[in-house]
């Protein structure tokens, strides 16, 4: 079982704010999956390690450069952009 | 059709542009129409054909694309209030080679939020409805694409399998979805959810569309260090004997799967028979931990990926808050919606000090014993054929609470995807409702021309007529 402390603090690690009013719905839910997933951390069976399908590693193009994207297109999609930067405000 | 000027291609787009007016509102399987750039397309066809040019393949085919596949210039937001404004300003891959080919986009489909759900209710738009019946779901992730094809709004569409969601929803909605080889087909330009699992590939009104929509798109790409490519083209190898082909029924995909499924599955083993198909029943215990498995490492994958929604560089961005850190996880709780946030919370603790060990680092343990599984199970046979899902389409709303009891629908998809084989859905007929069943070969990688070939063949043996609903649509 996982404790509302350990939901909330899940949430902190993934970037997320559970409402207090969520806290009860989700520990349930994440209760449920987890159980689920012990199917998994329970099991006898030993498996090996899994190292790709193909087994090939370290896949790199040649150090040739490419053009790239535009500066101002990749701030397109900024909600905030100022002198060629994303701008970020301290507080909205 | 358009080559010998029966219709012309701005003719036949403008016929699925008015049958989409009419017919979507009660599907809801896109989200976006495009009908600007399809016109521009179609009119730049005429012109070839015009000039005497042969036309490729696909050339001026009307067509769709999941929306997490990226398209310069047209929104595309994976059906999440994330992503709701964000314009790419890049093409994928796939949509850079149907481009190029003058594929006419009649606009983007709905999806589950990032791709994550099998009901296609996940979405920030609201749910698409199946063509069979719209008060049931489409299936997901890619249930707009499937609705759209089935109903003849579309001839083909692309959608993405993650764990499914291409093969489930053709099921439900009795069209054909084709997941490839993991690899084949190149994921740049794809929104990623779980990047060892996702891969892009088509849903079509048959298998023969399907082929050649693979041999197309399957090449490899710079862009994406996983992709190779495909080995060998499909189209040319469709229609040759299957006599002798072994095709093996793995016993624990037909557990808890109702009658009038396996009554559907079972009719086809007298068509495969009667091929000279050789089919044998074995045992495949280790595809009980598929969910678990591909649920932690899908989980895990995810909650590295979805990360970058920041509010910052693209997306939504809270309106309010006092400092940086705030701003970041108010604008990821008020942009993802449950479903997403759950599985981010699972992926977080799988991944966490404590617990690495107990899942993720066993979950992938057990995906190499999986993929080892199907390679022992491919020493005997060539193929392997299982119920796609274990049930028809059910009524929309039907899986709200347990999040538990909504993953059992991937119960026999999401193997394929934990050993990145490839894998068709094809329809064989109707359960005790009225709505189709789907049965899902799968092969080993790099088998598409095998696999579709038999597909092709049953088809084929079962009268060939293109899997839509009829009178809807197009319907030409």
């Known amino acids: ?41 329970t099991s006898p069976e030993k498996g090996s390690a899994f190292g790709g399908f193909d087994g090939r590693e370290n896949i790199f193009r040649e150090d040739v450069p490419h053009p790239s994207f535009r500066r101002d297109d990749i701030l397109k999609n900024a909600g905030s952009a100022e002198d060629g930067f994303f701008l970020v405000r301290h507080r909205r | 059709m358009l080559e010998s000027r029966e219709l012309s291609c701005t003719e036949l787009t403008e016929k699925y542009l008015n049958a989409i007016g009419k017919e979507n509102a009660a599907l809801n399987a896109y989200i976006r129409l495009t009908p ?41 937001t994976c059906c999440s209030k994330m992503l709701q404004g964000y314009v790419p300003i890049y093409d994928a891959t796939v949509w850079k080679i149907l481009k190029d080919q003058n594929a006419v986009l009649l606009g983007k489909t709905n999806m589950d939020e990032f791709a994550m759900g099998s009901t296609c209710e996940n979405s920030c738009y609201g749910g698409a409805g199946n063509p069979h019946d719209p008060v049931r779901v489409a299936g997901g992730s890619s249930g707009g694409a499937a609705a759209a094809v089935a109903s003849d709004l579309a001839v083909y569409g692309l959608g993405s399998d993650t764990g499914g969601s291409i ?3 053709a099921s439900f909605c009795g069209a054909v979805g084709f997941k490839p080889t993991y690899g084949t087909v190149s994921r740049y330009g794809l929104v990623a959810f779980a990047s060892s699992f ?45 006599r002798g082909l072994k095709i093996g029924i793995p016993r624990e995909y037909f557990d808890n799967v109702p009658e009038d499924v396996r009554k559907a599955l079972r009719n086809t083993l007298k068509i495969w028979k009667s091929m ?13 931990l598929g969910l678990p498995i591909y649920y932690i490492l899908a989980c895990a994958e995810a909650s590295s990926n979805l990360g970058r929604y920041d509010g910052i560089r693209y997306g939504y961005c809270t309106p309010h808050y006092q400092n940086r850190e705030e701003m970041v996880c108010k604008t990821r ?24 060990d107990a899942y993720y680092k066993k979950a992938q343990d057990l995906r190499g014993a999986v993929i080892r599984a199907f390679d022992d199970v491919f020493q005997k046979c060539d193929l392997i054929l299982t119920p796609t899902v274990p049930t028809t389409a059910f009524p929309k709303g039907r899986t709200g609470g347990d999040p538990v009891e909504n993953y059992q629908t991937d119960i026999c998809t999401v193997p394929v995807n934990i050993a990145g084989l490839p894998a068709v859905s094809i329809p064989c007929g109707s359960g005790r409702d009225g709505m189709p ?30 899997y839509r609903v009829k009178g809807m649509g197009v319907d030409l």
């Open chain 2, 276 to 288: 000279g198909a050789e089919l044998s029943e074995f045992g495949m215990p280790s595809v009980k």
């Open chain 2, 198 to 242: 996702d891969q892009i590939g088509p849903i079509t009104q048959s298998v023969e569309d399907a082929a050649l929509i693979y041999d197309v798109i399957s090449r490899q790409d710079p862009m994406d260090s996983t992709c190779t490519g495909r080995k060998t083209a499909v189209v040319p190898d469709l229609g040759k004997g299957i």
């Open chain 2, 437 to 466: 069943v789907g049965m899902q070969l799968i092969g080993p990688r790099f088998s598409e021309s095998v696999l579709l070939n038999a597909a092709y063949r049953y088809e084929q043996e079962t009268g060939g007529e293109p």
């Open chain 2, 167 to 169: 093969r489930e929803p």
């Open chain 2, 333 to 356: 709780s008020e942009g993802f919606g449950r479903e997403v946030k759950r599985r981010i919370l699972l992926g977080t603790y799988v991944l966490s000090a404590g617990y690495y």
């Open chain 2, 36 to 76: 600007e750039t399809a016109l521009e397309t179609a009119r730049r066809v005429d012109e070839d054909i015009a000039s005497g040019r042969s036309l490729s393949p696909l050339e001026g085919i009307p067509m769709t694309l999941k929306d997490n596949i990226s398209t310069k210039g047209i929104e595309t």
């Open chain 1, 1 to 41: 079982m996982v404790s509302k402390q350990e939901i909330a603090r899940l949430a902190k690690l993934a970037k997320l704010y559970v409402k207090p009013e969520e806290l009860d719905g989700l520990t349930e839910d994440l209760n449920r999956m987890i159980r689920f997933a012990d199917a998994v951390a």
